[in-house]
T-cell receptor, first 113, second 112 residues
Framework: DADVTQTPRNRITKTGKRIMLECSQTKGHDRMYWYRQDPGLGLRLIYYSFDVKDINKGEISDGYSVSRQAQAKFSLSLESAIPNQTALYFC????????????FGSGTQLSVL | DQQVKQNSPSLSVQEGRISILNCDYTNSMFDYFLWYKKYPAEGPTFLISISSIKDKNEDGRFTVFLNKSAKHLSLHIVPSQPGDSAVYFCAASVNTGNQFYFGTGTSLTVIP
């Protein structure tokens, strides 16, 4: 089983719909992140959380919200999806004791029509 | 504004030769750098890292070089193998553990 699991793997939705992407991890890491990947732009940080009570905005948080339900769970919500939120979304975890390497899930491809 | 740049979107190399992937950054406060490899339909996986107190770090076939004065790092893969064909991202952060900034990626193709 994957250490960082993202659901769903693919999602098509319509403009204006609310959507939630979920991430769970079995690595026992406190730190969790949401990134999006767009062609020609690389990976950009949306939100990150260093523990259950800590939530921080990243480079591109507008239009997104997150919830850290437990150490192992970090979900990303789009309250009212718009087409330019079409992207590949990655959840990641890290551990300060492990050289700050990010461990990524397999990604969720989101299309907003 | 992109703080980490990979100016070559793609690179093709013959099997057995050296692959050199380049990365430039603009923020002189960056002090920790990583390279990730990404296969299609998978998330990026960590490859190698370097801290700003070093100018070289080696792990098997992979070596990362850091030139702080030029704000430039490079990843050398020797010898290149077909299984190395993937997209490579460099990333940088200020004070390890904070926000990582990623480059746009370089797609490497190793030709058998």
């Amino acid at each position: 089983d994957a250490d960082v699991t993202q659901t769903p793997r693919n999602r098509i939705t319509k403009t204006g719909k609310r959507i939630m992407l979920e991430c769970s991890q079995t690595k026992g890491h406190d730190r969790m992140y949401w990134y999006r990947q767009d062609p020609g732009l690389g990976l950009r940080l949306i939100y990150y959380s260093f523990d259950v009570k800590d939530i921080n905005k990243g480079e591109i948080s507008d239009g997104y919200s997150v919830s850290r339900q437990a150490q192992a769970k970090f979900s990303l919500s789009l309250e009212s999806a718009i087409p330019n939120q079409t992207a590949l979304y990655f959840c990641a975890t890290s551990d300060p004791g492990d050289g700050e390497k990010l461990f990524f899930g397999s990604g969720t491809q989101l299309s907003v029509l | 504004d992109q703080q980490v740049k990979q100016n070559s979107p793609s690179l093709s190399v013959q099997e057995g030769r050296i692959s050199i992937l380049n990365c430039d950054y603009t923020n002189s406060m960056f002090d920790y750098f990583l390279w990730y490899k990404k296969y299609p339909a998978e998330g990026p996986t960590f490859l190698i890292s370097i801290s700003s107190i070093k100018d070289k770090n080696e792990d098997g076939r992979f070596t990362v070089f850091l030139n702080k004065s030029a704000k430039h790092l490079s990843l050398h893969i020797v010898p290149s193998q077909p299984g190395d064909s993937a997209v490579y991202f460099c990333a940088a952060s200020v004070n390890t553990g904070n926000q990582f900034y990623f480059g746009t990626g370089t797609s490497l193709t190793v030709i058998p």
